[in-house]
């Protein structure tokens, strides 16, 4: 009897830290989540950066499946939530950056077709792409019309 008290309290406290560790995961990979989340709420440019969040969501998805005692770890359903809002984001950011690129070389280009073309690229994402490169493509469109047009009146008849 005085055995099987002591193996208990030793069996107990590995148990304990057991639980313990695998919630340290949880809570390391909840905050590396929200870390590389809020490191991309910003971008374009900077571009951001792929590498942590791609390393974070490898991360959180090895713990989606963290159990003990046969039920799923506390806070594991708010990896899974924060996972989808990251895959979600990482897919924006993906689109964003062809997008910012297309941008970027039309307005370096000075060609109002690839301008317009890439505008419309903005514009075609939901929600659309929002970024001050847009509002420098619409001042030169707006300035080659002008020039246009000034070259319209100028002209003798």
């Keep these: 009897r005085v055995g099987y008290q002591l193996i208990g309290a030793v069996c107990k406290g590995g148990h304990a ?14 905050d590396s989540l929200n870390a590389a989340i809020a490191a991309c709420e910003t971008r374009f440019p ?8 791609n390393k974070a969501i490898a991360a959180a ?10 039920k799923p770890m506390a806070g594991v359903e708010e990896i899974k939530e924060l996972l989808t809002k990251a895959k979600a984001l ?6 964003e950056e062809t997008v910012f690129t297309q941008l970027e070389a039309a307005l370096k280009a000075e060609d109002e077709d690839d301008c317009n073309d890439a505008i419309a ?6 929600p659309p792409f929002e970024n001050d ?5 619409k001042a030169f469109l707006k300035g080659e019309a002008d020039a246009r047009a000034a070259a319209a009146v100028c002209r003798p008849r």
């Design 46 to 53: 900077p571009t951001p950066d792929a590498e942590a969040f």
């Design 61 to 70: 998805e090895e713990s989606v499946s963290l159990t003990f005692a046969g």
């Design 90 to 95: 990482e897919k924006r950011i993906r689109e």
């Design 133 to 137: 490169i847009i509002g420098q493509i």
């Design 121 to 126: 690229s903005a514009e075609a994402l939901t």
């Design 17 to 30: 830290r057991a639980l313990v560790a695998k919630m340290r995961i949880v809570k390391e990979n909840l």
